[in-house]
């Protein structure tokens, strides 16, 4: 038994599934090959040097473009029940525009999907991780309106291309790094507008979900079959004392109600708490109407149940309280918030990571779940992303397995004890790869990578066997000391 936990408790249902995520700009490499063009990742890399901490780039990363045969190969050595990864807009459409559709990019994903299934493994994958042609950043990106059709001409695209293959469809990872992250200078474009540009591109990313969640609903489920929705980047908001509870609510619409409410409750829109709240700070500081843009009814309804499942990535979770007088606050929902004039602090107990904006709370995913279904009801949960850094060489990752025990266990706490309906769980991430800002200081992967190699060989570290074991006996009754998990595959 874990934890005093009994051994019934900690097996998994049988129709349970396990996955491991990547992203095309974090692994994939061959930026410039063929037609491909440049999305706002090579953009931001190549011109601002300096904003990625060891000044690093995705250019090859992990060279997925070229190693996809080795990708599926790890899948296989962990028994995935499915691979989620995603498709680069531009390689595949390199003018961004429905104008041209690559011959190369369209067989790299063909030979992808087709090696995972052959191999069993379902492709699971995301539109748009991320990686924005710069094409339409210099027409404004997310925060311009056309955008919504210009994501939707790109959905029915991949649709067409892989529908008759890929059954589970992911339309946007982590709005709230998207826009939040984005227009606050945490990832790319490094354009700042935390006051404006934030909800229009909030605004704008609901639609373009909307839009290709509906296309992919009217012209595709009816003979593919599959299931579709967005990833929402959740993160876990506690009350620092009682006297902060409605200041934590308020900090949880903020972050998760903003890009859930509109899409998962059953009356749409904005979260009235939060509307209400931006609203009338809005005019305090002299705007004529809310820096939250409105939704016209017929907006309303084109983004309301627009889903098949929540996509849950989840990692961190933040204390939530009232400045003390005279303090200031600033920052953006890791760091504090300008907009909800909050303070955010951790507990001393959560233990720290080597991400700024990450400690490890396990207990915090139970209580998110229970929140999730309490807002948006009784649906079915796919944990799309979860996992844990670490820095340097280290095979031996004892801190990842315990903290894929810690957390696991209490996903499994929620689905057991809170009945709530989590159907699979994906770690983050497969393997080491280009950690965004961080470029490769911070390594989330079961296999590590090792990046000075041309050939980036990937050898998996004791994590993996802990996920390849976990997966074969569906359950976590596993052996305490993770040093068990010697290397298991020569
Ligand atoms: C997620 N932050 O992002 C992403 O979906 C992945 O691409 C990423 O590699 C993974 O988590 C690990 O970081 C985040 O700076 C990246 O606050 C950065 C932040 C939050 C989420």
Redesign the pocket.
């Known amino acids: 038994a874990v934890g005093g936990l009994k051994a019934s408790l900690l097996q998994f249902p049988l129709d349970f599934k396990f996955g491991a995520a990547t992203?095309a700009y974090?692994v994939e490499g061959a930026w410039n090959v063929s037609d491909k063009s440049i999305n706002i990742w090579d953009h931001y890399t190549h011109k601002h040097r300096d904003l990625v901490f060891d000044r690093s780039d995705g250019d090859v990363a992990c060279d997925s473009y070229h190693q996809w045969q080795r990708d599926i190969e790890m899948a296989e050595e962990l028994g995935l029940d499915f691979y989620r990864f995603s498709i680069s807009w531009t390689r595949l459409m390199p003018t961004a525009l429905s104008t041209v559709v690559s011959e190369d990019g369209q067989e790299y994903y063909n030979r992808l999907i087709d090696g995972l299934l052959a191999k069993g493994i379902q492709p699971v994958v995301t539109l748009y991780?991320?990686d924005v042609p710069q094409r339409l950043q210099d027409l404004g990106g997310w925060a311009n309106p056309l955008i919504v059709d210009w994501f939707a001409a790109y959905a029915r695209v991949v649709f067409t291309l892989y529908g008759d293959r890929v059954k589970t469809w992911i339309t946007i990872?982590?709005p709230l790094?998207v826009c939040d992250?984005a227009y606050n200078g945490?990832?790319a474009p490094d354009f700042h507008d935390a006051e404006v540009g934030v909800y229009l591109c909030n605004k704008n990313v609901l639609l373009a979900h909307a839009k290709a969640w509906r296309i992919y609903d009217e012209e595709f489920r009816p003979k593919y079959k599959g299931q579709i929705s967005l990833s929402n980047?959740l993160i876990w908001y506690e009350p620092a004392s009682k006297a902060d509870k409605d200041l934590a609510a308020l900090a949880m619409e903020h972050c998760a109600g903003r890009y859930s409410h509109p899409i998962f409750s059953k009356e749409g829109g904005w979260p009235p708490s939060l509307e209400k709240f931006i609203g009338e700070k809005s005019i305090k500081e002299g705007y004529r109407r809310s820096r939250l843009p409105p939704f016209t009814n017929e907006e309303i309804e084109l983004v309301r149940g627009t889903y098949d499942f929540y996509g849950v990535?989840h990692?961190t979770s933040k204390l939530v309280r009232k400045p003390k007088p005279g303090e200031s606050v600033s920052g953006w929902p890791?760091s504090g918030s300008d907009e909800l004039g909050v303070v955010l602090d951790t507990r001393p107990e959560w233990e720290s990571t080597t991400?700024w904006?990450f400690k490890a709370n396990p207990k915090g995913f139970r209580k998110l779940l229970v929140w999730l279904k309490e807002q948006y009801g009784d649906i079915k949960f796919l944990v799309t992303?979860n996992?844990y850094?670490s820095r340097g060489s280290n095979l031996e990752d004892t801190n990842r397995v315990r903290f894929y025990k810690d957390y696991l266990t209490q996903m499994l706490l929620a689905m057991k004890k809170d009945n709530v309906n989590v159907i699979g769980y994906t770690a983050?991430?497969l393997m080491d790869?280009f950690?965004?800002?961080d470029g490769y200081l911070?390594k989330?992967g079961l296999y590590e990578v090792n990046f000075t190699d041309p050939m980036r060989p990937r050898t998996p570290r004791s994590s993996a066997a802990f996920y390849a074991n976990l997966i074969k006996t569906r359950s976590l009754d596993t052996p305490e000391q993770s040093s068990a998990y010697t290397v298991w595959i020569v």
Do not use: L, R, T
Request: charged share 15%; no cysteine.
């Open positions: 992203a974090q991780h991320w990872n982590e790094i992250g945490i990832v980047h990535n990692y890791m991400s904006w992303e996992g850094p983050w991430s790869n950690e965004w800002k911070n989330f």
